[in-house]
């Protein structure tokens, strides 16, 4: 343990510090972002940042909590969007807790890992 650590920090690890982005319009994901919490009225997109510039291996939670319309998640222009698993598909975030976990596979892809949209 580092000075000023506790057994809990290192429990959930360091990234759970980071704050947690409220966005109301569109917005572009920035690499410190690590929860976003979607509270906008009307359509809006939240574009992915390139998965170069996300710190590797990371997780991104990003969750509809209020307003009504429509946020779709993109990928950078140029981007792909690689979906971890065929259960799940990419669709818009329109009811409260929807809600689209990605993962930075690598700092070279976004990988899907769960969604729930309704």
């Known amino acids: 343990m580092q000075k000023g650590q506790t ?3 290192i429990a959930i690890g360091s990234a759970s510090a980071a704050p947690i982005t409220h966005v109301t319009a569109a917005y572009t994901v920035l690499p410190t972002d690590r ?3 979607l509270e ?8 992915l940042c390139p998965a170069s510039e996300f710190p590797a291996g990371e997780d991104l939670l990003i969750r509809k909590v209020g ?3 429509e946020v779709t998640v993109a990928t950078p222009t140029g981007g792909t969007f690689v979906t971890a698993t065929k259960f799940f598909t990419q669709d818009g975030l329109t009811a409260e807790d929807d809600f689209m976990w990605l993962h930075n596979i690598h700092g070279i892809e976004w990988g899907q890992v769960r969604e ?3």
């Open 7 to 9: 057994s809990r920090d």
């Open 35 to 37: 929860v976003i919490l």
């Open 40 to 47: 906008g009225t009307g359509t809006y997109t939240v574009t």
């Open 67 to 69: 307003g009504t319309g």
């Open 116 to 118: 729930t949209t309704t």
